[in-house]
């Protein structure tokens, strides 16, 4: 979940940084949520100035109903740039207000109608990603809850072809919280199954809410186990987005609050493992950490690329020397 900027310390990357990337991309996709202030467009920049090769932003206010707008003009200049700057995977994070898996019906048709709009924004946009979270099923059996969510969920993309738009579905974890859907990994390779074959969809796994929801990703040990159990579960090869947070909270909390990298409870060496892990080469790596102070999130998209270990050159294989 991206953290805003504290009141009275907004700072403009666009007013603070030249028009030039910040520091050369790494081996790896990493990135952070940009605002789009300005225009949706004007995150491409935000992105490429932060020395970012993959960016995550809202298409619209996250926290009201009232659909947002795109021009035909702003998508455009907004394709342009990501070519222009090779900015890959663009995901869309979902309104935080949308929740499919509860049951009352004025608020499922508010997370279906706003669902859809989201989905056909980021059609719009070209995105790669439109990540949600997948509710509370407050008042209900957790298959309930699953249940109406992949129900929601189908009826909110019907009509639309995602797979021809390049778009997929990617379900988020989150920090386990009582009555929150996807605080474990088997729920969200539960909902994913029951998508399937309905619309591309795929995970976002975000550190901040496994640590928390109580999977040890911090001892050498506990990261093993806990990617053995995604793997089984959620299958590596369908998480294609990490959201790289560091928690203010402590393991097995279940409370969501994001830290800078490498300032929280997970630590430095969580995140260089995960960056460097073999298994994750595919991913994108998206931070959401909080803005307490102006380039705060430059320093976490360097901090992360920092992580990166350089690539290693091909070795030169000596000429044979030919037989006598």
Not at 29 to 56: D, F, K, M, P, Y
Request: aromatic content about 6%; overall charge positive.
């Amino acid at each position: 979940m991206p953290h805003h900027v504290r009141k009275g310390t907004v700072k403009d990357v666009l007013k603070l940084l030249p028009p030039k990337p910040a520091s050369p991309p790494t081996s790896r996709r990493v990135g952070i949520h940009c605002s789009t202030s300005g225009g949706v467009e004007t995150a491409a920049e935000r992105a490429w100035r932060l020395g970012c090769n993959a960016l995550q932003i809202f298409s619209s206010s996250p926290r009201q109903w009232s659909p947002y707008d795109l021009g035909k003009q702003q998508c455009a200049v907004m394709s342009s740039l990501r070519e222009k700057y090779d900015l890959k995977p663009l995901a869309i994070h979902a309104n935080y207000l949308i929740n499919v898996a509860g049951s009352q019906t004025d608020f499922r048709r508010k997370a279906v109608a706003a669902f859809r709009g989201e989905v056909e924004r980021a059609l719009a946009l070209c995105a790669d990603y439109v990540v949600l979270h997948p509710g509370s099923f407050r008042g209900l059996t957790r298959d309930e809850g699953l249940a109406n969510a992949s129900s929601a969920i189908e009826e909110a993309v019907r009509g639309f072809d995602l797979a021809n738009g390049g778009l997929t579905l990617l379900i988020e974890n989150t920090a386990g919280a009582e009555f929150s859907l996807g605080g474990k990994f088997d729920q969200v390779a539960a909902l994913c199954e029951r998508l399937r074959a309905h619309m591309p969809v795929a995970a976002c796994i975000d550190t901040c809410h496994t640590w928390v929801s109580g999977y040890d990703i911090v001892s050498n040990s506990g990261y093993a186990a806990t990617m053995k159990l995604l793997d089984e579960t959620v299958g590596l090869k369908n998480v294609r987005l990490w959201h790289c947070n560091d928690a203010k909270s402590a393991f097995g909390s279940k409370l969501d609050r994001h830290q800078h990298i490498g300032q929280g409870t997970i630590g430095l060496e969580t995140f260089r493992r995960l960056l460097n892990d073999p298994r994750t080469a595919d991913a994108a790596f998206l931070a959401e950490t909080p803005v307490d102070e102006p380039l705060d999130d430059l320093k976490n998209v360097n901090t992360l690329k920092s992580l990166v270990a350089p690539a290693k050159p091909l070795r030169r294989m000596s000429p044979r020397k030919s037989r006598p």
